[in-house]
């Protein structure tokens, strides 16, 4: 793993810290690292199938792909149950953010303090320890989105979009109020059965290929396939159309501007027509990137015009930055390549950050105690992990390096589509957070299939997108190694 002039940026103070030493010797523990795939059996392999079928005996385990051997991955490569060796470019759904096994992570429990609060995992909104409102101003608050100042720390990224979607309604419902914070007799009993005026009706707008959980209350604003939803009692909570653009961008520059503005007139007029039927929208949800859903972008203007409208509508604008956020697409939040005048008022988290949560603008937080709660609220030592990635991001300019690396992906997919432009198109995306088409769903799974074969672990999204997600360490020569396995794959096919 490339360490980007670390030793020679870092203060003479900083070098003599236990930390930074870990930092300093990162080069020599990561030489251990594979220098390319090693594929021994057939994928999945005999062990992988024997642990398939008896996990299977348990739990509905038809999603399992494969099984991790979690001491033997280190870096950018994934050993599997059989001993197989794949440069991981998915990364467990855009979750690990620093590769496996990484040295400055696994020592961060040699301190008892630490291990203290691993062990003694704390309901939060009761029993915090005595150093979290620290803690949370000096790893969270440290990266948070200009101007939101406050943050709430959740499980995952289902519960932080819910629990934002709570804090939209109160929101909402406190200036219906005139400001009035407390409640009638007659709100307290109706909301105990689930009538007005206790429990109003309003909701949350989400968009066409749209994933924002699985959780209840966030089914009904995920809209990328019907296997998430289907069976469950959902919302009436409109659905808005997402832009979808032409590739490559800058020949189809007049096609696309008018695809973002009949977006744009279709979330205005629904926003009035919930209005009308009494449902009014509170609160608008979206991605930078829609991930699940395809990895759909939106252009800077698409989102800076969408924020204008939930200003003049009065609707709260929540960016889900579950899966774009912490780096992959070379800067903090992928929302900051738009350059929106003012941020967002919510903006959720997750994956790559290892806690859920959610930044906020501080009129989003409710006056009462309870009302965004529950037992742990997140958790210490995810807190404490996270430190040292963000450690590790600022000290090895891991975010200049995704750009470095995204622009060789890039350049290598496009070459790759020039070469077989009847098996991959419409390449896109930032920094290392990249996608391309197949022309058929079943095109698109069986180059999945093979390149795993072949040594490297992709992911799919949408009807026809391949993603790639890889590491924040993932280097220009790893690059090199997937497009090499890429065209292989593409010529075998």
């Given at each position: 793993?490339?360490?980007?002039?670390?030793?020679?940026?870092?203060?003479?103070?900083?070098?003599?810290?236990?930390?930074?030493?870990?930092?300093?010797?990162?080069?020599?523990?990561?030489?251990?690292?594979?220098?390319?795939?090693?594929?021994?059996?057939?994928?999945?392999?005999?062990?992988?199938?024997?642990?398939?079928?008896?996990?299977?005996?348990?739990?509905?385990?038809?999603?399992?792909?494969?099984?991790?051997?979690?001491?033997?991955?280190?870096?950018?490569?994934?050993?599997?149950?059989?001993?197989?060796?794949?440069?991981?470019?998915?990364?467990?759904?855009?979750?690990?953010?620093?590769?496996?096994n990484h040295p400055h992570l696994l020592s961060?429990?040699?301190?008892?303090?630490?291990?203290?609060?691993?062990?003694?995992?704390?309901?939060?909104?009761?029993?915090?320890?005595?150093?979290?409102?620290?803690?949370?101003?000096?790893?969270?608050?440290?990266?948070?989105?200009?101007?939101?100042?406050?943050?709430?720390?959740?499980?995952?990224?289902?519960?932080?979009?819910?629990?934002?979607?709570?804090?939209?309604?109160?929101?909402?419902?406190?200036?219906?109020?005139?400001?009035?914070?407390?409640?009638?007799?007659?709100?307290?009993?109706?909301?105990?059965?689930?009538?007005?005026?206790?429990?109003?009706?309003?909701?949350?707008?989400?968009?066409?290929?749209?994933?924002?959980?699985?959780?209840?209350?966030?089914?009904?604003?995920?809209?990328?396939?019907?296997?998430?939803?289907?069976?469950?009692?959902?919302?009436?909570?409109?659905?808005?159309?997402?832009?979808?653009?032409?590739?490559?961008?800058?020949?189809?520059?007049?096609?696309?501007?008018?695809?973002?503005?009949?977006?744009?007139?279709?979330?205005?007029?629904?926003?009035?027509?919930?209005?009308?039927?009494?449902?009014?929208?509170?609160?608008?949800?979206?991605?930078?990137?829609?991930?699940?859903?395809?990895?759909?972008?939106?252009?800077?203007?698409?989102?800076?015009?969408?924020?204008?409208?939930?200003?003049?509508?009065?609707?709260?604008?929540?960016?889900?930055?579950?899966?774009?956020?912490?780096?992959?697409?070379?800067?903090?939040?992928?929302?900051?390549?738009?350059?929106?005048?003012?941020?967002?008022?919510?903006?959720?988290?997750?994956?790559?950050?290892?806690?859920?949560?959610?930044?906020?603008?501080?009129?989003?937080?409710?006056?009462?105690?309870?009302?965004?709660?529950?037992?742990?609220?997140?958790?210490?030592?995810?807190?404490?992990?996270?430190?040292?990635?963000l450690d590790v991001i600022k000290k090895e300019?891991?975010?200049?390096?995704?750009?470095?690396?995204?622009?060789?992906?890039?350049?290598?997919?496009?070459?790759?589509?020039?070469?077989?432009?009847?098996?991959?198109?419409?390449?896109?995306?930032?920094?290392?957070?990249?996608?391309?088409?197949?022309?058929?769903?079943?095109?698109?799974?069986?180059?999945?299939?093979?390149?795993?074969?072949?040594?490297?672990?992709?992911?799919?999204?949408?009807?026809?997108?391949?993603?790639?997600?890889?590491?924040?360490?993932?280097?220009?020569?790893?690059?090199?190694?997937?497009?090499?396995?890429?065209?292989?794959?593409?010529?075998?096919?």
């Open positions: 793993m490339l360490l980007r002039g670390v030793t020679t940026t870092l203060s003479r103070s900083c070098l003599r810290s236990p930390v930074s030493r870990d930092i300093r010797g990162l080069a020599t523990a990561l030489q251990q690292e594979p220098s390319h795939p090693d594929i021994k059996t057939a994928v999945p392999g005999p062990r992988t199938k024997e642990l398939l079928k008896e996990l299977n005996t348990i739990q509905q385990a038809d999603s399992v792909q494969l099984f991790a051997d979690y001491d033997k991955s280190i870096g950018n490569y994934f050993v599997d149950a059989d001993g197989n060796v794949f440069l991981d470019a998915f990364t467990q759904i855009s979750s690990v953010p620093i590769g496996y961060a429990f040699n301190d008892e303090h630490n291990v203290k609060a691993l062990v003694n995992r704390p309901a939060l909104g009761v029993f915090p320890a005595i150093d979290w409102p620290e803690r949370l101003k000096r790893v969270l608050l440290s990266v948070a989105p200009a101007g939101l100042d406050n943050v709430a720390t959740m499980m995952c990224g289902s519960c932080s979009n819910e629990n934002a979607y709570k804090a939209v309604f109160m929101w909402y419902r406190g200036k219906q109020r005139g400001g009035r914070v407390d409640f009638t007799p007659e709100e307290m009993s109706s909301c105990m059965v689930n009538q007005a005026p206790g429990s109003p009706q309003m909701s949350i707008m989400s968009f066409e290929g749209g994933f924002h959980g699985r959780t209840f209350g966030a089914l009904s604003t995920t809209r990328s396939k019907p296997i998430h939803k289907l069976d469950c009692p959902a919302f009436d909570w409109p659905v808005a159309p997402f832009p979808r653009y032409k590739y490559p961008l800058d020949q189809f520059q007049r096609e696309n501007q008018q695809e973002d503005k009949r977006c744009l007139e279709q979330v205005a007029d629904i926003i009035e027509q919930y209005a009308k039927k009494n449902n009014p929208v509170a609160g608008m949800i979206v991605e930078p990137i829609q991930s699940e859903g395809g990895d759909h972008e939106g252009s800077p203007e698409f989102f800076q015009a969408l924020q204008r409208l939930c200003q003049e509508k009065g609707v709260a604008l929540i960016i889900d930055e579950v899966q774009t956020g912490c780096g992959p697409t070379g800067k903090m939040w992928c929302y900051e390549h738009f350059n929106l005048p003012t941020p967002p008022d919510f903006v959720t988290f997750s994956k790559k950050m290892l806690t859920g949560g959610f930044y906020f603008r501080s009129e989003f937080k409710p006056p009462h105690a309870y009302r965004i709660f529950n037992t742990w609220m997140g958790d210490p030592s995810k807190l404490i992990l996270l430190e040292r990635v300019n891991l975010l200049g390096l995704a750009n470095e690396t995204g622009q060789v992906l890039r350049s290598g997919l496009l070459n790759l589509e020039k070469e077989f432009p009847h098996l991959m198109n419409s390449v896109r995306g930032r920094g290392t957070f990249l996608s391309f088409n197949a022309p058929k769903t079943d095109v698109r799974d069986k180059i999945i299939s093979k390149l795993k074969q072949n040594g490297v672990i992709g992911g799919a999204c949408g009807e026809l997108a391949i993603r790639l997600r890889p590491a924040l360490v993932f280097q220009p020569k790893h690059a090199e190694i997937y497009l090499d396995l890429l065209r292989k794959t593409l010529k075998e096919i």
